[in-house]
């Protein structure tokens, strides 16, 4: 994989890593200004002056490049993949447990908090970040709950998701309101993972509603 | 009250809004450096060369000083009471309506928002709201409660609740996360008192085991 950026560039030539950082500025004026979706591989290179195929060796994909110029320091695919590889029924205690691991890891923990910072500081890395989670995370974890909810209804329901695992993240880790901050990820898992349970799985007046008043459906 | 400033500034002498302005620069040197319960309002009388009367006269009490210094938006303290001024038993839904009409709220929503985003970018804006936040709505919220649940269980409830409502509004209008963006207040009443019901007076494993490995109780 192309991302462990310590090893690789080990013996890289002047010139490589010159050709990595102008893809990177090149990456972050593009995304600024057109967004995730957006801006393309082949927009990225041709704005760097180098062959896409550089780009996709470099950071593999569209994810792998943005993650990279916005240094973010996870991969949400892979941890929403990771999620729900155990099954549906099983993806909220799994959800609970990753997001405290991400956010508690003497390494992630404290890139996660100062990225989080980054996004929520301005409206433009806000937007940016939203689309980006929207085209990436929400999508792969909309498919995993289809054939059980229609598509608007799995939406609200990543939300709430989103918005108990978001909030509990800022309470923990960037206010480090106490006692959350110094509670046992154990208890925490015991304690969150009913709320995660039912906003993704159980009965929900509100989600129906939504779905309900959807046209698509 | 003295907090219609609006209204008060009308026929203000020059240097009455002179001695105002000095005492909000005093207050906030002051309470970032010695945090919200470190700070007295004799001590910012003192560094803004005023008598502390005329702190009183202007902010009231010294909660009233931190959010006219801060530019807080709204009166938490006031909010807490509120919610809870109808029992315990109708918190829960009250506490999201009022969450919701806040954050809503054609004016008050911008400006929480606002208010949000510069109180989580840094550390030590971060650290001040917490302290400011445990002194006066932890606490008055932990009271409400007390009767029903030891004092270590009423902080982890109300530290759960804050990661609910505190992740809903920062999903909703900070990140603006869509469909939860644009989902009509009532079926967020809905769908979020459930949980909120549960972490306040609902079973919960997690809280318990915290109460009962706190020495104190």
Do not use: C
């Amino acid at each position: 994989m192309p991302d462990e950026e310590g090893l690789r560039r080990v013996g890289r030539r002047p010139g490589q890593s010159e050709a990595r950082a102008e893809i990177l500025r090149a990456a972050r004026m593009l995304f600024a200004e057109r967004g995730f979706v957006g801006a393309s591989i082949r927009s990225v290179a041709a704005e760097a002056r180098v062959d896409p195929a550089l780009v996709h060796h470099y950071f593999g994909t569209k994810e792998g490049l943005f993650r990279a110029a916005l240094e973010m320091p996870i991969q949400p695919e892979e941890l929403v993949e990771e999620i729900f590889a155990a099954g549906v029924e099983r993806a909220p205690e799994r959800l609970v447990r990753t997001f405290l691991r991400v956010w508690d890891g003497p390494e992630t923990g404290p890139a996660m908090v100062s990225f989080l910072r980054t996004v929520l500081a301005r409206q433009e890395s806000s937007d940016l970040m939203r689309e980006f989670l929207g085209a990436t995370v929400v999508r792969i974890a909309a498919s995993k709950l289809l054939g059980g909810v229609d598509p608007a209804e799995a939406e609200v329901r990543i939300g709430l998701v989103a918005s108990q695992m978001l909030g509990l993240v800022v309470a923990r880790r960037v206010l480090a309101v106490e006692p959350l901050a110094s509670l046992p990820a154990e208890v925490l898992v015991a304690t969150i993972t009913p709320t995660i349970t039912r906003y993704l799985l159980g009965e929900l007046p509100g989600a129906h509603a939504v779905a309900e008043n959807d046209p698509s459906t």
